[in-house]
């Protein structure tokens, strides 16, 4: 150890860890290693395998079975001795007599137990504390073959708890101090302590044992006692999965998870953690690392305070199995105060523990799981309770189902998505599985239900489906992360990743977010990169796709369409995804589908999925409620102007829009404060192209369609005309239908046909007092588009150039309205939007 470490770290290894003298060698090398930058502490678990033998041992001499009894010590000694050969250390003498004493102390408890037929709990735990003992020695002894200074010490020295033998609790502060001025002079003289898993030391003295798989425990404990940094815990899969790898095949291993995740998980029967493991840590805010020894180079899951949701509520699924599912039933319970509070006591006088409790809502049952070994004496416990309450019929019956087991969907997220018990119920329905009761905690980190033991298996597998627990975790799940799948990359797809790329410093970081995109694609194909594509290459990729060069050819490029792309990168398992849209693309509709279904957000300057037919509209909207995934539209009325964002202030403190205007369109603005000036029709839209005001075919603009799509946005999205179509007239009639010509051609035909009908319409307005405009209005009747005299001194009438202005009447802003105006088009401007909206999209995540 360096002269300076004062990190401590606790290493744990479980029995699959230190099987063999190989494993256990493995072991050695991986502590000598850590202990060359921090201190160490090692918790170590019986070789696997030896607390199952120990087991039986007792309970064969509980039984009276001498020969079996001493064939199993036998097989230990066997087992332990092979191992010290292969270590084949020099001096291993004393490690052979020590290991041999220990097992000699064993079979002096086991016949003590075959001379009186009992067995106690406590002898019981003397003898499974044994386990730990010998590999704690053996796995020292290892290491200073290694040339670590390491020493073992035995838990039932120190690291005091209850006495409750078999399941016992350490105790808290006291203990905690105990336990440093143990172990710490050790490691202050640059040893590496080798603590036993499993066991602790009652009050009397005596050795207890933590409850199967406890090693965890002891790993937490020694920590937080002594102030540890981290906690590993080594086993022999690679981390916490979404699901018993072993039950359901397709789990995948969690990346980071809360304590009070970790916690629920373990409660409901996921083994790789003992159930009270996070409890020591949580408070101190110490990691905990789940990590596969046989796969040593893998990140694992960490477990820590932070929540990070990502895009799926849901984070696991565990079972509980051997259960039994007891009701207290009676109509007569309805509005009686406290009978739950009495099934509890009942219980609790009894010593036993209820799993799980489920009241109907009409009060007239509840519904409570305890382990299967406890629920005849829990039923007994019960019908004595309620004697009077059954006999006078008000309580009916006290019914248990056996084999029953529970299942639990675990993850913080579910707080703040509704209608996950919905989707597992709807789940488990489809595959025909009668769900016996279902219970919500209040912190709704965690549904459980109960189901038929035979269910099990195929619930597990079917709740995994549902929520897409099988889809590939980036291990970049981190807390901050928000991951953007952008639309098209022209101009303004550039501008938006530019900003996005230096927004790190300033706007997302105050939000402790950090702003990437994972694909990007154009007609051609996509790029994707689950971690983020690397700003540089990004910069590099759009600027050869500007030149000519698709992404989809691309080294790296991938071909597929933009649903291709939503598909693909959304069986990752991304935080916050975040699909924006600043392609032209008619059928993004597809795709803005496609991503809420698998849980992205929307946000897009395209306006033409918004705009498309009222059904298409009204089926993303649909699907938008029902993923619980917002769409944002801001950059497609007015660009950066805050339209959308302002009316959904007002509509969020009640305020109920009447109607709308507005002249959205900065080319036809510039044409009409043109034609005011005197210019002709024809010669003005010459100087919009000239000024690169006007699409590439003017006529787009002309036609008013695309005014009109802005139009039909706002009156959906603001709820004024949810299915509106635009009645449309343009500007110019009766040329679009030639077809498409050339610049020179249209001036001609517009100065032959249109100049002079336009220059009689703006003098006829004016010697009105009035302005000729190019008007959207949108109402609870529809929307409409087209040319209007309006009044010269009203909001309208006094806009000049390219700025785009929008007329907002309201209940509250009425009879003056709000008007908001400015540039309204542009490449900055837009990307601006589009930004605005990613970031209100994340402050909603986060
Ligand atoms: P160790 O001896 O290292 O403590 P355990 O056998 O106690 O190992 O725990 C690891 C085992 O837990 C895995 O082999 C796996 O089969 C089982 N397991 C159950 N549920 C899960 C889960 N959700 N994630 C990972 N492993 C799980
Ligand atoms: N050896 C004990 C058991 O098998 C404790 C542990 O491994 O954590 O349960
Ligand atoms: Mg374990």
């Not at 302005?771 to 609870?780: C, E, G, K, M, P």
């Not at 309201?810 to 709000?818: A, G, I, K, T, V």
């Amino acid at each position: 150890m360096g002269e300076q470490a004062t990190r401590i770290e606790v290493h744990k290894f479980g029995g699959t860890s230190l099987a063999d003298a190989e494993r256990m060698g493995q072991a050695a090398r991986r502590v000598a290693e850590v202990a060359t930058s921090a201190r160490v502490v090692v918790v170590a678990s019986a070789l696997a395998g030896v607390t199952d033998t120990l087991t039986r041992l007792g309970a064969a001499a509980a039984a009276g079975d001498r020969q079996q009894a001493q064939h199993l010590v036998e097989q230990l000694s066997r087992r332990h001795m092979e191992a010290v050969d292969a270590l084949a250390a020099a001096d291993d003498e004393p490690l052979r007599l020590e290991l041999e004493r220990l097992l000699g102390e064993v079979w002096a408890v086991a016949q003590g137990v075959l001379h009186t037929g009992e067995l106690t709990p406590r002898s019981m735990d003397r003898m499974l504390a044994t386990g730990e003992k010998l590999s704690a020695r053996l796995l020292a002894h290892a290491l200073r073959g290694q040339g670590t200074a390491a020493a073992s010490v035995d838990a039932d020295t120190f690291l005091e708890t209850d006495d409750v033998f078999g399941e016992a609790t350490p105790l808290g502060p006291v203990a905690d101090r105990t336990m440093a001025a143990r172990l710490a002079p050790r490691l202050d003289r640059g040893e590496v302590v080798v603590v036993t898993g499993f066991c602790g030391r009652a009050p009397d003295g005596a050795t207890t044992t933590l409850g199967r798989g406890g090693s965890d425990l002891s790993a937490t404990v020694v920590a937080a006692a002594l102030g540890a940094a981290s906690v590993t815990l080594w086993t022999d899969v690679d981390g916490i999965f979404t699901a018993d790898p072993r039950l359901v095949p397709d789990a995948r291993v969690i990346a980071q998870l809360n304590y009070r995740e970790a916690a629920e998980m373990s409660f409901y029967g996921a083994n790789v953690l003992h159930q009270r493991t996070m409890i020591p840590v949580a408070a101190r805010g110490i990691p905990v690392t789940t990590r596969n020894t046989f796969a040593p180079a893998r990140p694992g899951s960490v477990v820590d305070g932070r929540f990070t949701p990502g895009s799926h509520p849901v984070k696991a699924t565990t079972a509980v199995r051997a259960h039994g599912l007891l009701s207290v039933e009676g109509k007569g319970m309805a509005g009686v105060p406290g009978m739950a509070a009495r099934v509890f006591a009942a219980l609790a006088d009894h010593g036993i523990s209820v799993t799980m409790i489920s009241q109907s809502s009409s009060e007239v049952s509840i519904c409570l799981a305890v382990p299967s070994d406890q629920s005849r004496r829990a039923e007994a416990a019960l019908k004595r309770a309620f004697r009077p309450e059954l006999s006078r019929g008000v309580v009916e019956e006290v019914v248990v189902r056996d084999q029953v087991a529970l299942v639990a969907i675990v993850g913080l997220g579910m707080a703040r998505t509704p209608g996950v018990s919905a989707r597992v119920f709807t789940a488990l329905a489809r595959q025909r599985i009668n769900v016996l009761a279902i219970a919500q905690g209040s912190s709704e980190l965690n549904i459980s239900l109960a189901v038929d033991e035979v269910d099990v298996d195929r619930s597990l597998r079917a709740i995994h489906e549902e929520f897409g627990l099988h889809r590939r975790d980036t291990g970049q799940e981190t807390a901050g992360a928000l991951d953007v799948l952008l639309l098209g990359c022209g101009k303004i797809g550039v501008a938006v990743a530019d900003l996005l790329a230096d927004a790190g410093a300033g706007r997302f970081a105050r939000l402790g977010l950090d702003a990437r995109v994972v694909g990007v694609c154009d007609r051609s194909g996509y790029l994707f990169e689950p971690t983020g594509i690397a700003p540089k290459r990004l910069a590099r990729a759009l600027e050869r796709k500007a030149s000519g060069e698709a992404l989809g050819e691309q080294d790296g490029g991938l071909p597929g369409s933009a649903r291709d792309l939503v598909r693909h990168a959304l069986g990752y398992r991304l935080s916050r995804p975040v699909l924006v849209d600043v392609s032209d693309a008619g059928d993004a509709h597809e795709a803005f589908g496609e991503a809420m279904a698998l849980g992205c957000d929307v946000v897009t300057a395209n306006k033409k999925p918004l705009a498309d037919a009222a059904a298409v509209f009204a089926d993303l909207m649909t699907l938008a409620q029902e993923s619980g995934r917002v769409i944002k539209a801001e950059a497609t009325v007015g660009a950066g102007l805050p339209v959308m964002d302002t009316l959904e202030m007002l509509l969020a403190a009640g305020d109920r829009l009447t109607s709308a205007e507005g002249c959205l369109s900065g080319t036809l603005g510039f044409v009409m404060t043109r034609l005011e000036q005197g210019d002709a029709l024809s010669e003005a839209v010459a100087e919009a192209v000239r000024l690169g005001y006007t699409e590439p075919d003017p006529l787009v603009d002309l036609s008013g369609v695309d005014m009109a799509r802005k139009a039909v946005i706002l009156g959906r999205l603001s709820g004024l005309a949810p299915a509106a179509e635009a009645e449309l007239s343009g500007l110019v009639e009766g040329v679009a239908e030639d077809g498409p010509m050339e610049l020179d051609a249209l001036v001609r035909r517009l100065a032959q046909t249109h100049d002079g009908p336009m220059a009689a319409a703006v003098a006829d307005a004016a010697a009105e007092g009035k302005a000729l405009r190019y008007v959207a209005r949108v109402s609870a009747a529809g929307v409409r588009v087209g040319l209007e005299s309006v009044p010269l001194d009203s909001p309208l009438g006094q806009l000049r150039g390219t700025d785009n202005m929008i007329v907002l009447r309201s209940e509250r802003y009425d009879p003056r309205p709000l008007v908001i105006s400015g540039p309204g088009a542009g490449v900055e401007v837009t990307a601006m939007g589009v930004l605005g909206d990613i970031l209100r999209v994340a402050a909603q995540r986060s």
